[in-house]
């Protein structure tokens, strides 16, 4: 039986999902790895506590009690107004610096749960641990470089698909309705061809601004979905290239695996939905460690084939760009360096040369001296 692509990405997507949302396979590592359970409850203590606890706190506690405060102070208009303001106060001064604070030590946490989970797998694998001592020794600090600014490319794809280019289309829609109500109101144009020129360009915009959100969106589960795996990728020393290629050829997979979580993202505020997702995300981690991601496609039926799509291409183009731009200023750099270095080494030479041929003919000139004074004598 031959199954088409649509079906073929289909299937992948849901299989996805379903090993998204199998937390159940997380309890027996967590059972019996004391260590990634202790770092799991850390996770969960920060996240929960300092994030979403913060979020409760002030919407159950600090704005109820200003607003029993000022009842008898400010009418229904000021007191919204005064809300507003303290709940930015508050973001500045309190939420957003705990969020960086909680994502900075989450990042670490993350990483030793997946090394912890993987040490644990390989425990008594003595070729295994010989194989990670030597892809250590031979990984280079240019993967690490390498991988974090092709993430970080993809990333600001995410947010321009998904923020900036639909922004910017909805400003054009503002811009095109204002411009036709002035004109309409001059009598410049027809009513007819106006209405039409206008439905035309704002069904284009409406396209294009929906598009970019969708693809956006995709793109952001797919980085849901690598994030959960990636930690175990990098405990296992693969490379960034191998990482991407498997990403690329499984992506209905990890869209999958990653659209709970977009639907949390955009679901809820941004405080709810990003500690929800740091709470979440060691489970995640868990999931991806214990996961075979290549099951599905094992059980796919004879005559499927799988698309490839290149979603990191773009990515990998602008890194090695940046890193060709920044590796002409460091090898400039360097040749200044060792240019002067050998010209300040050729002077200091130089002068060491000079100093024996003076001490040379101060000698002969002393030995003449005393050679005419004994004629003298």
């Known amino acids: 039986m031959k199954v088409t692509d649509v079906e073929l990405q289909l299937k992948l997507f849901f299989y996805g999902l379903s090993d998204s949302l199998s937390f159940h396979r997380t309890l027996p590592t967590l059972v019996n790895n004391r260590e990634a359970f202790l770092l799991v409850l850390q996770i969960l203590g920060a996240n929960g506590l300092l994030i979403l606890g913060s979020v409760f706190l002030f919407q159950r506690g600090i704005l109820p009690m200003v607003d029993v405060l000022g009842e008898s102070t400010f009418d229904w208009y000021d007191q919204n107004h005064y809300n507003s303001l303290l709940w930015l106060l508050y973001q500045s001064l309190w939420l957003i610096p705990i969020c960086g604070l909680c994502y900075g030590c989450s ?26 001592s030597t892809s250590n020794a031979l990984k280079p600090v240019e993967y690490t470089l390498y991988a974090t600014i092709s993430w970080l490319f ?24 204002k411009i036709f109500a002035v004109s309409e109101s001059s009598g410049v144009a027809s009513d007819v061809l106006a209405n039409l020129i206008r439905g035309g360009l704002l069904g284009i915009f409406a396209i294009l601004k929906y598009a970019s959100l969708a693809c956006g969106l995709t793109l952001m589960a797919a980085l849901y979905g690598w994030y959960a795996f990636d930690p175990k990728w990098i405990a296992d020393q693969v490379a960034p290239d191998q990482r991407f290629a498997i990403m690329e050829s499984r992506l209905a997979y990890f869209i999958g695996f990653g659209f709970p979580y977009v639907l949390l993202n955009k679901g809820t505020s941004f405080f709810v939905g990003f500690g929800g997702f740091m709470m979440l995300f060691p489970f995640c981690i868990i999931l991806g460690t214990v996961t075979d991601f290549d099951k599905p496609f094992r059980s796919l039926p004879e005559g499927s084939t799988n698309s490839k799509f290149r979603i990191f291409k773009p990515a990998e183009v602008w890194t090695l760009l940046a890193l060709k731009y920044f590796g002409r200023k460091i090898a400039k750099k360097a040749e200044r360096n060792y240019i002067k270095t050998a010209s300040s080494s050729k002077q200091s030479d130089g002068s060491n040369d000079d100093k024996p041929a003076a001490s040379a003919g101060s000698s002969i000139s002393s030995s003449r001296k005393n050679e005419k004074a004994k004629k003298d004598d």
Request: overall charge positive; charged content about 20%.
């Open 107 to 132: 990042t670490v946490w993350y990483q030793s749960l997946a090394d912890a989970i993987t040490k644990t797998q390989k425990n008594g694998d003595k070729a295994a641990k010989k194989k990670e």
């Open 154 to 177: 993809v990333f600001i794809q995410v947010q321009l698909l998904t923020n900036y280019v639909p922004n910017s289309f909805a400003g054009a829609e503002f811009v095109v309705n």
